[in-house]
């Protein structure tokens, strides 16, 4: 049985296909609880959040496992992507009505925002290697969060102003303020919706899956299984992983863009190194360069604690045994043996009662 | 029988080379290492059709000269022509795509990926479609791929692969993992391939199997040969041309048989014979 | 005199930086991998000193070594149960864990402490002094902690260079299976270290304590990233560079919050951390690894 899982979960094509299934069978389930027994208030509002997650996780997977480069400041396009993608919307609401077309736009832009930053980034960044890249990519994301704590921007009859650290920024009558420093930014239009979180799921993974399965996927992981070999037959290593690193970019400045668009309120400190960590925790425990695992991964990681809210104080205590004990046993040869032997146990138990029972 | 021309610079080269283009020169080159020489004043000229053999002690220098010819390490002097184009502004990669391509004495293949897409990554830089053309899967995208994927299975079916062609690189037996190593340098299409220790591991039988395949090599492909190795029946039965390298110079160069008579190389892997009181 | 206090202020606070950053290198060097949890080790040493002089009345010397015992204990627990087991382990893995155990202690803190902050009792009295008639004035705290940080700088230098066990140390350091084929216990070498930069991190959070006076379950959060920036600065794995990166970042952080700009200091800071590395990329005074081919 177990086997049998492996191979179906080994041949790349198929674990595509079952990765688009579950995305799409997901949705019409919900859909339609949606529609008829309907669902709780609290479920209602984790459904965009997870799709932001699960996309931004997806894109991490993109450079961690793919491309096999630790990245800790994952949080920082996501940041980027959504206080561009809430300047978009604002500045758009007087002139477009339509909320779907406004929130795609601000998609689109914080997405691109998102990879012209990632490209800056990427050339610094892809000069180190190993634990040092890891270092400064959490430093570029610091820079970001400490960046967007001090802009001030408002808009009024006048047009767009613009403080820098200090808030100077006087409005006019019917003025707003779309960033104010470390409060960020403020009544905001809500316009994500879940459908809107469902197809920026399917983007990406058709982004993801198409770069992988093409010439430009077989070049990233040649660079990650064995650099010097990959020079020594022609391919340039910083241009690949540059390619993975700024499509990652631009993917997770779309999730943020969602995801800033979901709330009225959004502070800049909320796309913090917890955050990043938060996201590379479901990567590293859906498997590297699993997608399918990534999504369940963030599914059940994201739910799990509000799943716990009843036991409130308790809820991390538990989130964190969790991880470690996976950690532990899917890492620790005797420890996974143990426990293999333990399910078998059960198994079996169950089976033998199962069978007096039949009889 | 195979007979040297000598160049002004000391190097020697196949008589049939003599008048074309040599795929690979040589001049002065060199590299320390904090002070330390590990090669020095080595001056080779491959013409390009020539088996050639590197061969020396252990930490003579051998592989150095390789990490040097293919950029790996910077050179401290001298000058690498390949081709007859200078490559001392040249990377790895900038060398790869000049014509050179090399395996390596502790295999380095990308061992996660399936036999076929080691080759095709090899053939890259031969491919024509941009990110987005993969991404929203343009007939352009699925025209190359598949004349790509025919491509490689056609290079590895030459050596009998193909039936692996979608095995994980990393769980081949070693002696397909060093034959795959080989096709998917011969994949960048070089005019000069680097084989470092290619009999390293193999029976007598696989080594024998091996020479074929090299001789097949320069014949089939047409091109240049340098290789790195201790088995000496299998260096001097198919190199026409040998340079002995010793505490990182060369000591000695010449067809096998002048190499084998010669006193410098003998006592160079022997040592001094002691003199008797 | 203005710039000679800003620096001297800069150092007590990288001084602090580099106790931290001496936690994440030596761990670092010897087991290659980054103890996302010292920061939390720190916050828990905090709460040890904070209970032993407030609840137990002991004096601030004996509170101290009882802060230091149970930091260590800790250090030798998380290693044996967390990642002792992953030895053999991706060094992901082996992250991720460590990031479980940060959260494990912060939010046991949480339920033991509470999450209001608690203010640290006063130390020392007399806490200035003045110099060059009145033009400088300095704390004793800024001066305790430069002191001690040198202190500690010259006992780790001498046992890792003189002692047996800081040549296993070493040994682990360089090469694991040839260590172990020569008779050193890798393991236990493994588990003294540990012990060691978690005794650190209890005396990094009396003075971080001394320093703000005031701390919560998240204490070591900032510190630790910024004392783990310290540490890449200096060259990940190397003692003198922790050091030199700690006292670096301390004043660098100081001088642009004097100078510069406050709200901005840490994106500088960061942003001459990726200068540093990019000139340097393995750090002020890191080792460059060539991967042999």
Not at chain 2, 23 to 41: C, K, P, Q, R
Not at chain 3, 97 to 104: E, H, L, Q, R
Not at chain 3, 244 to 267: F, M, N, P, R, W
Request: include cysteine; aromatic fraction near 8%; proline fraction near 3%.
């Amino acid at each position: 049985m177990e086997k049998m899982f492996k191979k179906i979960f080994d041949k790349k094509h198929i674990s595509r296909t079952v990765s688009y299934l579950i995305v799409i069978v997901g949705y019409i389930i919900i859909q339609l609880m949606m529609n008829t027994v309907g669902i709780k208030n609290l479920f209602k509002s984790l459904l965009v959040p997870t799709c932001c997650y699960i996309v931004a996780a997806l894109s991490l997977n993109l450079v961690v496992g793919v491309s096999g480069e630790l990245s800790l400041g994952h949080s920082g396009f996501m940041s980027v992507g959504a206080f561009a993608g809430i300047l978009v919307s604002g500045l758009l609401e007087p002139y477009l009505a339509m909320g779907w077309l406004r929130l795609l736009i601000a998609m689109l832009v914080g997405g691109v925002i998102a990879g012209i930053v990632g490209l800056l980034i990427s050339i610094p960044v892809l000069k180190l290697q190993g634990d040092y890249l890891a270092i400064v990519t959490l430093a570029f994301c610091q820079i970001i969060k400490s960046l967007l704590n001090n802009i001030y921007l408002g808009v009024d009859n006048n047009g767009l102003h613009f403080s820098f650290v200090q808030n100077k920024v006087v409005l006019s009558n019917g003025g707003r303020m779309l960033l104010s420093g470390p409060m960020g930014a403020t009544a905001t239009t809500r316009l994500a919706t879940f459908t809107a979180g469902f197809l920026l799921i399917l983007f990406a993974l058709l982004i993801i899956y198409n770069l992988t399965y093409s010439r430009f996927g077989r070049t990233i992981m040649a660079a990650r299984d064995n650099r010097i070999a990959a020079e020594s037959v022609g391919i340039h290593i910083r241009n690949t992983k540059m390619l993975a690193f700024v499509i990652s970019a631009i993917l997770a400045g779309m999730s943020g863009a969602l995801f800033g668009l979901n709330y009225s309120t959004l502070q800049p400190a909320k796309f913090d190194f917890n955050l990043s960590i938060l996201i590379l925790v479901y990567v590293v425990l859906g498997g590297l360069g699993n997608m399918t695992g990534t999504i369940f991964a963030t599914i059940i990681l994201y739910v799990l604690p509000e799943l716990l809210r009843g036991l409130q104080d308790y809820r991390m205590l538990i989130y964190s045994m969790i991880l470690i004990l996976i950690m532990l046993v899917t890492n620790n040869q005797s420890l996974k043996e143990k426990v293999e032997a333990l399910i078998l146990k059960i198994k079996t138990r169950f089976l033998k009662k199962g069978s007096v029972a039949n009889d | 029988m195979t007979k040297l021309v000598q160049y002004p610079s000391g190097a020697y080269v196949l008589e049939r080379d003599a008048y074309s283009t040599p795929v690979l020169e040589t001049y002065h080159l060199g590299i320390d290492f904090g002070g330390l020489s590990a090669v020095n004043n080595f001056n080779i000229i491959v013409g390009p059709t020539e088996i050639s053999g590197l061969i020396g002690p252990n930490g003579a220098g051998k592989t150095t000269v390789f990490n040097l010819l293919t950029k790996v390490y910077q050179p401290s002097k001298g000058t690498i022509l390949v081709n007859g184009h200078d490559t001392s502004k040249m990377t790895t990669v900038d060398v790869n795509k000049a014509g050179v391509a090399r395996t390596f004495q502790n295999i380095r293949l990308f061992e996660k990926m399936s036999v076929i897409d080691n080759v095709k990554v090899a053939m890259n830089n031969s491919m024509h479609y941009n990110p987005l053309s993969a991404i929203f899967r343009t007939p352009k995208y699925y025209r190359e791929e598949k004349r790509i994927h025919q491509k490689a299975l056609e290079l590895l079916d030459i050596f009998n692969m193909s039936d692996l062609a979608n095995t994980e690189a990393g769980s081949l037996p070693y002696g397909a993992q060093r034959r795959l190593e080989i096709v998917r340098a011969l994949a960048t299409k070089p005019s000069l391939l680097l084989l470092d220790e290619p009999a390293a591991g193999m029976n007598p039988n696989e080594t024998k199997e091996l020479m074929a395949t090299i001789r097949n090599i320069r014949d089939k492909f047409n091109i240049a040969i340098i290789l790195i190795e201790h088995d000496m029946s299998l260096v001097m039965n198919i190199c026409e041309g040998i340079a002995v390298l010793n505490y990182g110079r060369i000591i000695a160069k010449g067809t096998p048989k002048d190499i084998q008579n010669n006193p410098v190389v003998i006592e160079a892997y022997l040592g001094k014979p002691e003199k008797e009181d | 005199m203005a710039f000679l206090s800003y620096l001297i202020n800069g150092m007590g606070l990288g001084s602090v930086y580099a106790i931290i950053a001496l936690g994440y290198t030596m761990v670092y060097g010897i087991a290659k991998m980054l103890n996302f949890a010292h920061g939390d080790v720190i916050m828990i040493g905090a709460y040890t000193a904070f209970y032993c002089l407030t609840m137990f009345k002991l004096s601030t010397f004996t509170s101290i070594i009882i802060s230091v015992v149970v930091c260590t204990i800790l250090g030798i627990i998380i290693e044996k149960f967390a990642y002792k087991p992953l030895r053999k382990a991706s060094s992901l893995s082996v992250l991720i864990t460590a990031i479980g155990i940060s959260y494990f202690l912060q939010n046991l803190a949480q339920i033991l402490f509470g999450t209001d902050p608690k203010v640290f009792p006063e130390l020392m009295r007399n806490s200035t002094f003045s110099l060059f008639k009145g033009q400088l004035t300095l704390s004793y705290k800024t001066l305790l902690t430069i002191i001690a940080c040198i202190l500690i700088m010259i006992f780790l230098t001498i046992f890792v260079n003189k002692t047996k066990t800081g040549k296993a140390m070493r040994a682990c350091s360089q090469d694991k299976e040839a260590a172990q084929l020569m008779g050193i216990n890798v393991d236990n070498t493994i588990s003294i270290t540990f012990a060691i930069g978690s005794g650190l991190a209890a005396i990094a959070a009396v003075l971080l304590c001394i320093t703000y006076s005031t701390f919560t379950p998240t204490l070591g959060s900032m510190p630790g990233i910024k004392a783990f920036t310290a540490a890449v600065f200096g060259g990940i794995g190397s003692i003198p560079g922790a050091f030199v990166g700690g006292l670096l970042l301390g004043i660098i952080e100081t001088l642009t919050k004097a100078y510069l700009s406050t709200q901005l200091s840490d994106a500088i800071v960061f942003m001459v951390l990726i200068i540093v590395l990019l000139i340097k990329p393995s750090g002020l005074l890191g080792k460059r690894i060539h991967e042999k081919v």
